[in-house]
C-alpha cells in the first residue's frame, strides 16, 4: 500500500496533523524555572532546615514546579506539605494554580479547571493581579488541550492584557507562546509564528533555555505545515538538545513523538519506531496519559503505512480507551477513524462501519467550524480595549494639565515655562553634541578594527597562497628534478652490492614522498577547489583526504545553491580545517559531523564529534591558539560562536554567520 497516499488522506481529515500538532506543542509550562537536579536537591535541603512557615511554603511550590515535569511522586509529595502550610488568601491562590499546573501535565484536565476557577475567584476578589494573569494563562493551556480553541485564546488574551500593564518579561513571554499554541492548534501558522518570534525574543534576551527547547519544537511544526521535513527534523533535533540539558522529561516525550512522525514522512520508519518506543517508554514512566495516547496513535499510524494492520489495530484500541478516560477528544476522533480504517483493510465491514459511524458522532459534537471567526472577533475586541485603554489614559492627562494651568497665575507659569525650555533646550542640544561626538568616536575605533582585522587576515591568506606558490614552484620542481636525475643514475651507476642499490631506491622513493607531502601542504595552505568551486566543493575535498578508518567525518550542506561571498568562503573553511584538526589532536573520537545550512540570511556551521570532550570553563587556560583562531576568524565575520562541551561528552561548535 503506497504509504504516501495514506498519508495525504489522513492529513484531508485534519486528523494527523492535529496529532503532531499537539504532540510539539502541549504542556508549555505556567511557571518558568530554569533549574536542574542539583538546584532541587538543594532547595530540599533548605526546605528540611527551614523554620519559617512562608518560607517552607515558598519552597515547596518552588519544588512542585521544579519536579513536576521530572518526577511526579515528589512533585505530589510537595503539593500536600503547600497544603498544610496555607495561611493567607494569596498563598491559597498560589497553591490551587500549582496543583493544577501539575494536573495539567499530567493530563487531569478537569479537575485542574475546577480549582483554577476557585483560584481565579480568590485573586479578582483580592486584585492579585500577578497571580490574577497566572490563573488565566493556565486555564488556557487546560482548555487548549481539551479542544476548546475558542475559550483558550480568551483566557490567554486576558492573561497578556494583565501581564502588559506589569510588564514583567518572563511572564510575557509565557503569554506569547502559549497564544501562538492556540493559533498553531486552528492552523493558522502565519500568526502563530508571529508571536513565537515575539516569545523568542525574550526567551533568548532572558537566557531561558526551557523556552528555547519549546520555541525550537514549535518552529518545527510550522516547517512542518510546509511539508519541509529536513528542517523540521533539523529543529526537533535542536529542541531535543535543549529539553535533555534542561531534564524536561515531559517536554523530551513529545519532541521524541514528533520525531517519530516526522522520520514517518520522510519514509524512514526503522527510526520512527524507535523514537515513538524511548518516548512511550518515557511516558510511561512519568505517568503522563496524554502523551501516551498520542504515541499509541502514532504506532498505530505507523503500522498502517507498513500494511501490519493486526499490530495497528491494537494500538489504536489502546489509545481510544485511555483517550476516553481523559476526555482527549480529538485523539478519540482520530483513534476512530483509523479503525474503521484497519478493519476495512482488514475485510471486517461491520466492525469497519460501527467506528465510522462513532467516528461520526464525535467529529459532530466538536465545534471547531465556528473557531476561526470566534477567535479573529476576541482577537480585535482585544485590539480594540487596548486603543480604547490608551485614548482614556491620553485624555485623563490632557484634562489634568488643563486644570493645572487654570490654576496658576498664566504671567509667572510662562515665565517659569520658558525658562525650563530654554534650559531643556540647551541641556538636549549639549547633550546631542556630546552623544554624536561619543558616536562618531566610536564609529571610528570600531572601523580601525573592522580595518585592521580584514587587513590582517587578508595578509594572512596572501602569505598563504605566496608560501603556497614558493613550496609548489621553487621547492617542489627542485624535488622533483632531484627525483629524475637520481632515477636517471640507476642505469648508469654500478653497485657493489644489493644493499647499495636497495638504499638507492630507498632514497628515490624518500624524495617521491617528500614532493607528495609538499604537495598536500601546498594544497591546504591555499585551496584551488575553494577558489574555484566555492566553500562546499572545498570542504568535501579536505575530508576525503583524511583516513576515515581512523575518524570518520560526515558533512551535510543544506540551502546551499549558489556561491557565497569569498571572504566568508575562506573564513569558514579555515574554520573547518582547524575543527578538524584539534578533533584529530586531541578529542580522541571516532566520529565526526558537519553541518552547514542557509536560511533567511544566515550561514550555520554546526560541527559536532563524539570526542572526550572538555570543560568549557576552561577554554581560557589552554595554551594553544587552536580556539583563539577560531573565535577571531568567526568575530571577523560579526558572528557569534557556541562551545557546548563537557568530559566524555563529546563537543559541539555552533557558528551563526549574517550573510547580509
Do not use: W
Not at 638507492?504 to 584551488?528: G, P, W, Y
Request: net charge positive; proline share 0%.
Amino acid at each position: 500500500m503506497n504509504y504516501k497516499k495514506i498519508h495525504v488522506y489522513v492529513n484531508n481529515t485534519v486528523l494527523k496533523k492535529m496529532v503532531l500538532l499537539f504532540c510539539l506543542m502541549l504542556f508549555v509550562a505556567v511557571i518558568k524555572g530554569q533549574t536542574n537536579q542539583n538546584h532541587l536537591d538543594s532547595l530540599e535541603i533548605v526546605f528540611d532546615q527551614e523554620k519559617s512557615d512562608t518560607t517552607k511554603f515558598n519552597l515547596a511550590i518552588n519544588l512542585v514546579d521544579g519536579y513536576k515535569n521530572i518526577d511526579s511522586a515528589k512533585a505530589s509529595d510537595y503539593i500536600l506539605r503547600a497544603e498544610k502550610l496555607v495561611k493567607t488568601k494569596k498563598q491559597e491562590v498560589y497553591y490551587l494554580s500549582a496543583k493544577a499546573s501539575f494536573l495539567i501535565v499530567y493530563g487531569k484536565m478537569e479537575t485542574a479547571n475546577s480549582l483554577l476557577f476557585k483560584a481565579l475567584e480568590i485573586a479578582k476578589s483580592n486584585k492579585y493581579l500577578k497571580e490574577e494573569a497566572k490563573v488565566y494563562n493556565n486555564l488556557g493551556v487546560s482548555h487548549l488541550q481539551l479542544s476548546k480553541n475558542t475559550l483558550a485564546l480568551k483566557y490567554q488574551l486576558e492573561a497578556l492584557k494583565i501581564r502588559e500593564k506589569l510588564n514583567n518579561e518572563v511572564d510575557l513571554e509565557t503569554s506569547y507562546i502559549n497564544i501562538g499554541n492556540v493559533y498553531f492548534a486552528i492552523l493558522d501558522d502565519e500568526k502563530a509564528l508571529q508571536y513565537y518570534k515575539k516569545a523568542l525574543y525574550y526567551a533568548n534576551k532572558l537566557g531561558l533555555e526551557i523556552e528555547l527547547g519549546k520555541l525550537y519544537n514549535n518552529i518545527a511544526g510550522v516547517f512542518y505545515d510546509k511539508n519541509d521535513y529536513e528542517h523540521t527534523k533539523y529543529y526537533l533535533l535542536k529542541s531535543l538538545r535543549y529539553k535533555r540539558k534542561t531534564n524536561s522529561k515531559t517536554g523530551e516525550v513529545t519532541t521524541l513523538n514528533s520525531l517519530g512522525d516526522v522520520c514517518s514522512s520522510l519514509g524512514d520508519f526503522t527510526e520512527s519506531e524507535n523514537y515513538y518506543q524511548q518516548a512511550l517508554l518515557l511516558a510511561n514512566r512519568l505517568g503522563d496519559d496524554m502523551n501516551k495516547a498520542n504515541i499509541l496513535n502514532s504506532l498505530g499510524h505507523l503500522h498502517r503505512y507498513k500494511n501490519e494492520f493486526i499490530e495497528a489495530v491494537s494500538y489504536q484500541d489502546k489509545a481510544l480507551a485511555l483517550s476516553k478516560k481523559i476526555s482527549y477528544k480529538d485523539m478519540e476522533m482520530d483513534a476512530l477513524l483509523e479503525l474503521s480504517i484497519n478493519y476495512r483493510n482488514l475485510k471486517d465491514y461491520h466492525k469497519a462501519y460501527t467506528f465510522f459511524k462513532s467516528y461520526t458522532e464525535v467529529k459532530d459534537s466538536i465545534t471547531q467550524t465556528s473557531n476561526k471567526t470566534e477567535i479573529a472577533e476576541l482577537q480585535t475586541k482585544y485590539d480594540t480595549d487596548r486603543r480604547e485603554q490608551k485614548i482614556s489614559r491620553l485624555n485623563q492627562e490632557n484634562t489634568i494639565q488643563k486644570l493645572t494651568i487654570k490654576s496658576k497665575n498664566l504671567s509667572i507659569t510662562i515665565m517659569i515655562i520658558s525658562f525650563l525650555v530654554a534650559l531643556i533646550i540647551i541641556g538636549f542640544l549639549y547633550y546631542s553634541y556630546q552623544l554624536k561626538q561619543q558616536k562618531s568616536l566610536q564609529s571610528a575605533i570600531i572601523n580601525q578594527q573592522d580595518l585592521a582585522s580584514k587587513a590582517i587576515l587578508k595578509a594572512e591568506e596572501n602569505e598563504r597562497k605566496r608560501i603556497a606558490s614558493d613550496l609548489h614552484d621553487g621547492l617542489g620542481q627542485m624535488f622533483s628534478t632531484v627525483k629524475l636525475n637520481l632515477s636517471s643514475f640507476e642505469d648508469d651507476v654500478y653497485f657493489k652490492d644489493d644493499n647499495i642499490k636497495n638504499n638507492f631506491l630507498k632514497t628515490i622513493n624518500l624524495v617521491d614522498h617528500s614532493c607528495k607531502e609538499l604537495r598536500t601542504i601546498s594544497h591546504q595552505m591555499a585551496s584551488d577547489v575553494l577558489i574555484k568551486l566555492g566553500l562546499v566543493a572545498a570542504i568535501r575535498d579536505f575530508i576525503q583526504n583524511i583516513d576515515q578508518n581512523k575518524l570518520k567525518v560526515n558533512f551535510q550542506s543544506i540551502g546551499i545553491n549558489d556561491r557565497i561571498p569569498s571572504n566568508i568562503e575562506t573564513v569558514l573553511y579555515r574554520v573547518v580545517q582547524e575543527s578538524v584538526n584539534n578533533t584529530i589532536k586531541h578529542a580522541k573520537a571516532s566520529n565526526l559531523d558537519i553541518q552547514l545550512l542557509k536560511e533567511q540570511g544566515e550561514l550555520t556551521l554546526i560541527i559536532e564529534d563524539n570526542g572526550i570532550g572538555f570543560n568549557v570553563d576552561d577554554m581560557g587556560k589552554f595554551k594553544g591558539i587552536g580556539l583563539q583562531n577560531i573565535q577571531s576568524r568567526v568575530a571577523y565575520l560579526k558572528g557569534n560562536i557556541d562551545f557546548d562541551s563537557a568530559p566524555n561528552r563529546g563537543t559541539v561548535i555552533s557558528i551563526f554567520v549574517p550573510l547580509a
